[in-house]
């Protein structure tokens, strides 16, 4: 059974629809997939009839930003239901969001000595019961600056550039409790995009699993063969699920749906089966 269970919809900062990402699956000759937009469940419903309306089998997914200081740790939450705890989160992470958002738009007109407003950023956030992320705010100043939105985001909106903001920001202990209590699975996400050397990626990846941590994404579009095996290998040492997907966006990009090829071992499959998934 191959899989892609790191996927994103124009309910975060995709591009494209479920429909359309659940005919992307189908023609990359995919069995399982997940759609695991930023910080919300939101579309539940629309994703899985998508997969559904492709004979494919569905996991609910999301990804909370997290921050640990000033380091982003994100976290992939897999068979989570909509309940109290998530409800919660979720106000907390939209209130959040807009208060970062007004940080990050203040730094940004100050650096760039642009007058962009929120409103001009919500032209950008297609679906309003997710949180605004930050590339929607990227988007718009794109727009006026004419220039691509991923390079702008790299020069200055990541961490630890000018215009960034951890304002509302959970951390990731927080985002494995909600997951927990939303009776899902937790899963690491791009262990080898986190700025650390590997000593000390390592050992945050210890403090997670001591936080309850069930899973790492070992198989991921920006990781080497090589720190796939590691973070495979760390898995097995601490007992831990082994998840993949290719953290798809957007065509044109180097990422692409089913890629790199993964298959979910059975562990994987019965934990998810058990939390209600497939």
């Known amino acids: 059974m191959r ?10 900062d995709g591009a494209y629809s479920p429909a359309q990402i659940a005919a992307m699956a189908k023609a990359a000759g995919l069995s399982l997939i997940s759609m695991t937009d ?11 009839q998508a997969a559904r309306a492709q004979g494919l089998s569905y996991v609910p997914g999301w990804e909370v930003s997290a921050y640990q200081g000033d380091l982003k740790v994100h976290i992939l939450g897999y068979g989570c239901r909509i309940c109290a705890p ?3 989160f979720l106000r907390a992470r939209i ?9 990050i738009i203040a730094k940004a007109n100050e650096y760039f000595g642009l007058d962009v407003t929120l409103a001009e950023a919500e032209r950008f956030h297609q679906k309003k019961d997710a949180p605004l992320h930050t590339m929607h705010i990227v988007a718009a100043f794109a727009a006026r600056l004419g220039c691509n939105k991923g390079d702008l985001y790299a020069a200055a909106f990541e961490p630890g550039k000018p215009c960034h903001s951890t304002l509302g920001r959970p951390a990731p202990r927080d985002a494995i409790d909600v997951i927990h209590a939303s009776g899902g699975i937790a899963s690491l996400a791009h262990p080898g995009r986190i700025k650390l050397e590997d000593e000390g990626r390592f050992s945050l990846m210890d403090e997670l699993v001591d936080a309850g941590l069930d899973g790492i994404e070992c198989s991921h579009s920006d990781h080497t063969e090589e720190q796939t095996e590691q973070f495979a290998a760390y898995a097995r ?4 699920l082994r998840t993949g997907g290719s953290d ?3 065509e044109g990009r180097s990422r692409v749906v089913g890629q790199p090829p993964f298959t979910p071992a059975e562990e994987l499959l019965a934990a998810l089966r058990r939390c209600g998934s497939q």
């Open 248 to 250: 798809f966006h957007a």
């Open 3 to 12: 899989a892609d269970l790191h996927i994103h919809t124009y309910y975060s």
């Open 86 to 88: 998530y409800e919660q």
């Open 237 to 240: 040492l601490r007992g831990l």
């Open 95 to 103: 209130g959040g969001a807009v208060e970062r958002a007004e940080d």
């Open 38 to 48: 930023h910080d919300s469940l939101a579309g539940l419903e629309e994703k899985a």
